[in-house]
């Protein structure tokens, strides 16, 4: 008998944590939702008045940041995708004795934290970075043109802080390829390229749905990145929320644009796991 | 793919292959020649290059030196993908998001044939799965899985087939039968096959020749029959069986014998079967070839007197002895029972005899133990 309720009363604390700190907030956050200002009241004081219309005038609103944010969190993800698939590829096969040492550079921008290393962006993509004047010279950029307050630096931006989310699941991915079946590729006549598309892609489907979705997400939510590196130009949905919250006090628009982003991104999240079709990868 | 390379076809032929790796030298100078359509073994212990060799053949490795050809073409730096030649790997290495049918069209597919059903589906009739079409690797059993990989090296119709250590993983009574089914395969398919192991029973089973490899070079080449009779150095004697080699020196030599002294007792050996270079040397016989009596009655036959039984094993086919010799060497002797005679106890005087034929001569500076320390069950994992 005890031994069948052991696993229960170990999953008390971590239920106990998550029913706090996530289901009590969620619930709290969509009552905010459909709530109104208290007529006369002082900011922040609002009445659940079930008006499910602030959703319709909460995006309609802000539907531009909406567009951006995905339109972003899209391109970061895609860039992560090609920068870090053959670094993972490379730390996989070719790592060596070096395999530890390598994860550990990809996973070392961590020790600093987050807002240093994206203000860090900022110096580099900056007037007295070592980027802009060699562009300038070069003709890739005109003379007036800036790199950062640019959608430009939020999304690389938001490619490099999220890289070590896509590189990992990658090469957890790509490390348990077994190398053999990249050579019985080779004995049955498929070439390099075709043994990419055949064998080694379909193989690491998993790592790339994985660090896709663990960049996208984050990505789709954030506004560090387009506060930091962006402009009133390139503002994102995080901020838009961020500031209902903070600065306008709008509690309900703000959570009701939580909402909105957090059901897009689930649906298509959806979506492209089920395209992806992972669930029936080993 | 129109090239040459991939439409060769014709014997198999390795010329003066070496592989070394820094100092390491995997495979030394080696040369071999082998014939379409045979069923050919590379026999050795672990690290004696005979995978490397057969990664070189495949084209997964180049060699440092010397050049493969197939027939009149010449494929030494050709690509994998453009030999003619496919691979059972030794771990399968079957393709775990495909499943079975699409694992065994690979090949096909990637050459351009479109209809695939048919030759697919010949090749699982021929392995005897048809049912698991449409399963997953991972569904399958080791064996199953040995099949599907076989399966699919042979549908392309390769004009070479081979099979790392194939049957490595099975359980024993699995690879017995899978040894035969091999066998009946290739003949059924006509495809050479060259096939890589370390058991020598397994080699001796399938084979039509087996080169048996040392240290990245071939020891000795032959029939099954012909490397277990005549073994032309230590390693093989030892490797492939087990043998008694006693030190001994060419007395005489009378017609087609030559006259061996072993510790003062006269036998006689072949010419033939005679691999000294000079007067020292080791008679070999192998173990089931003595007869073990009381009487000094031996016959027409050789004969060494004045033994004596250290150790008896009952092994239900046969009795096997370890016989005392007067000049110290112990002397491993199989009787088969089959002569309803009682079994020699422990601490009797008996003779030893055996038929001039079954003897062997092997160079006198060899190692007398050369290939014997290695356990061909151990070590599956090899190189």
């Known amino acids: ?282 | 793919m129109s090239d040459v390379a991939s439409s060769a076809r014709g014997d198999l032929k390795l010329s003066q292959i070496t592989k070394s790796y820094g100092d390491f030298i995997a495979v030394d100078d080696l040369s071999l020649s082998i014939p379409e359509g045979s069923f050919f073994a590379l026999l050795g212990p672990s690290g004696c290059g005979k995978t490397t060799t057969l990664r070189m053949i495949a084209g997964l490795e180049e060699p440092s030196n010397g050049s493969i050809s197939l027939g009149t073409t010449d494929i030494t730096h050709t690509k994998p993908y453009q030999r003619p030649i496919n691979t059972v790997f030794q771990n399968y290495a079957l393709f775990p998001h495909l499943t079975i049918f699409e694992n065994i069209a690979f090949g096909l597919r990637r050459r351009g044939i479109k209809e695939v059903d048919e030759a697919v589906n010949k090749a699982l009739n021929l392995v005897e799965l048809p049912h698991l079409a449409q399963r997953k690797p991972t569904q399958l059993s080791g064996g199953q899985q040995q099949r599907i990989a076989l399966a699919r090296a042979i549908v392309n119709r390769p004009a070479l087939l081979l099979l790392d250590e194939p049957l490595g993983a099975l359980d024993l009574k699995l690879r017995r039968q899978m040894q035969i089914e091999l066998k009946w395969i290739q003949k059924e398919v006509g495809i050479t096959f060259v096939h890589v192991t370390h058991d020598q029973e397994e080699a001796m089973t399938m084979a039509d020749t087996i080169a048996v490899m040392n240290e990245g070079r071939i020891e000795q080449m032959g029939s099954p029959a012909d490397l277990y009779d005549n073994p032309e150095t230590a390693f093989v004697a030892n490797f492939l069986g087990q043998s008694n080699l006693i030190k001994g020196t060419i007395s005489g030599s009378d017609g087609d014998s030559q006259i061996v002294d072993l510790f003062g007792q006269k036998i006689s050996l072949q010419k033939s079967r005679s691999h000294g270079v000079d007067n020292s040397i080791y008679a070999g016989i192998r173990p089931e070839k003595f007869r073990i009596s009381r009487l000094e009655t031996a016959t027409s036959g050789n004969l060494l007197t004045g033994g004596k039984v250290e150790d008896v094993s009952y092994i239900g086919v046969s009795t096997q002895y370890q016989v005392l010799m007067p000049w110290g060497q112990e002397l491993m002797v199989f009787e088969q029972n089959d002569d309803g005679v009682a079994p020699f106890s422990v601490g009797e005087s008996v003779n030893i005899s055996w038929e001039p034929i079954f003897t062997f001569g092997l160079r006198g500076d060899e190692d007398a133990e050369a290939g014997t320390e290695v356990n061909p069950d151990e070590d599956l994992a090899e190189e």
Request: proline share 5%; aromatic share 12%.
């Open chain 1, 1 to 282: 008998m005890n031994k069948i309720k052991t696993p229960y009363l170990l999953l008390l604390p971590g239920m106990g944590f998550i029913f706090v700190f996530f289901l009590l907030p969620i619930v709290n956050l969509a009552n905010t939702s459909t709530q109104t200002p208290i007529g006369g009241g002082d900011t922040g004081e609002n009445e659940q008045t079930w008006r499910f219309a602030n959703y319709l005038d909460a995006f309609i609103e802000n539907r531009e940041q909406f567009g951006r944010s995905f339109l972003y969190a899209s391109i970061a993800t895609v860039l992560a995708l090609l920068i870090a698939y053959p670094l993972a590829y490379a730390i996989a096969f070719k790592g060596g004795k070096y395999k530890n040492f390598m994860l550990v550079l990809v996973i070392a921008p961590f020790f600093t934290s987050f807002l240093l290393r994206t203000i860090a962006w900022k110096q580099i993509l900056g007037e007295q970075g070592f980027v802009v004047q060699p562009l300038r010279s070069l003709g890739v950029i005109a003379e007036s043109t800036t790199l950062t307050s640019s959608a430009f630096a939020v999304v690389m931006g938001m490619t490099y802080n999220f890289l070590p989310f896509m590189t990992l699941p990658l090469y957890a991915s790509i490390d348990r390829i077994d190398p053999r079946t990249l050579e019985a590729s080779g004995d049955l006549y498929a070439n390099g390229l075709t043994t990419f598309r055949k064998v080694t892609l379909p193989l690491s489907m998993p790592g790339v749905v994985a660090g896709t979705l663990l960049t996208f997400i984050p990505a789709a939510g954030d506004y560090v990145n387009a506060t930091i590196l962006g402009s009133p130009q390139t503002k994102m949905l995080g901020n838009v929320i961020e500031s209902r919250y903070f600065r306008i006090v709008d509690y309900p628009t703000a959570a009701a644009l939580s909402f909105t982003l957090m059901a897009t991104i689930l649906v298509l999240v959806t979506i492209y796991v089920r395209k992806a079709g992972t669930e029936e990868l080993v």
